[in-house]
């Protein structure tokens, strides 16, 4: 079992997921009449199983769960949310637009695998991918239900005997929250700033539509921040947490200026075949690969370095400069 114990705070819960990441790092803490849980994984067997080893190793009753937060609504994080709610009863908390998208995204009148179909349609990907990629969202909502009762978190809670601060995240999800316990200097990050991979900034339909802008400004507002350890949900905690937030920056000016070259007369469907030319891609990478791409070029376009024209296939071109 992936458990490890945080001195005094609680434990670090690795909960497989079908993804090359492997774990989601859910974290389960002390709180006065029971417990608290961040993050649940995605609703498949072996997660079940898992949480249920879990509770089995550690001697602790589902019921003595009350609380669940989950720092974003993306299936990875909450998938399980129902399901551990209807086991343990707890009351699950997230950021209120988090909460919509939960609802948009997996809600029972979704039109999001649609809309999904629809938006990357106009930026050039074939009617056969497209089709592909929304059968495989379609699917994807199976690991998600069924949804729970979702309340609003507010700005500070309380567990491991601390007050931590809720911080607002917004980029890798709209709603993606953070837990800052000051006086500890320790962060509880989700996906905002993970070790090894650089959390995916992709624009979604009915969501905003630059997040890349919105992430960069959350990962200054974090590098202010006292922090001595982050505790993110994917791979291991990170330790020199501001030369992370130089490392992800840097990663995204390169790839803007290498975006930037690419939009030659081109849609974000032929950038993205040529950004991930190196790499043979499902319908669900694919989904991720164009709406990384269109993060980017929405970032360049704001900032007037890049324009685009048509609608269906929208075509950028680099910004022409008349002097
Ligand atoms: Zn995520
Ligand atoms: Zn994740």
């Known amino acids: 079992m992936n458990i490890a114990q945080i001195e005094d705070i609680g434990y670090r819960i690795g909960i497989p997921v079908p993804f090359p990441m492997k774990y989601v790092y859910c974290y389960l803490l002390k709180q006065d009449d ?69 609802e948009r995204v997996w809600g029972k009148d979704s039109m999001q695998s649609i809309r999904m179909k629809e938006m990357v349609l106009n930026h050039g990907v074939p009617e056969k991918l497209s089709e592909e990629i929304m059968i495989h969202m379609d699917k994807l909502n199976n690991s998600v239900l069924p949804l729970p009762i979702v309340e609003i978190i507010g700005d500070k809670v309380e567990f491991s005997g601390l007050v931590w601060q809720v911080i607002h995240t917004p980029g890798h999800s709209e709603g993606h929250i953070c837990f800052l316990q000051k006086e500890e200097q320790i962060l509880i990050a989700g996906d905002t700033v993970l070790e090894k991979i650089t959390p995916n900034i992709s624009v979604w339909p009915g969501s905003s539509q630059k997040p890349l802008h919105e992430y960069i400004e959350s990962l200054r507002m974090l590098k202010e921040l006292p ?30 200026d290498k975006i930037e070259k690419l939009a030659e007369n081109k849609t974000a469907f032929e950038i993205a075949e040529v950004l991930f030319a190196h790499k043979s891609l499902n319908p669900h990478q694919w989904r991720f690969a ?12 704001q900032e007037m370095r890049i324009e685009h024209e048509g609608t269906r296939p929208i075509i950028y071109k680099r910004k022409v400069n008349v002097q």
């Open 34 to 102: 029971g417990y608290v849980l961040i993050d649940v994984g995605l609703n498949y067997s072996k997660a079940r199983e898992t949480w249920e080893q879990v509770f089995e190793y550690l001697a602790i009753n589902p019921k003595e769960i009350r609380t669940i937060y989950l720092t974003h609504f993306h299936p990875d994080h909450s998938g399980l949310a129902g399901w551990m709610q209807g086991l343990t009863g707890a009351k699950v908390y997230m950021h209120e637009i988090d909460a919509k998208m939960l």
């Open 227 to 256: 922090v001595k350890v982050a505790y993110s949900a994917h791979h291991t905690p990170i330790t020199q947490f501001k030369q992370r937030i130089d490392e992800i920056i840097l990663h995204h000016d390169e790839r803007l």
């Open 290 to 301: 164009i709406a990384e791409t269109i993060a980017h070029l929405n970032y360049l376009e």
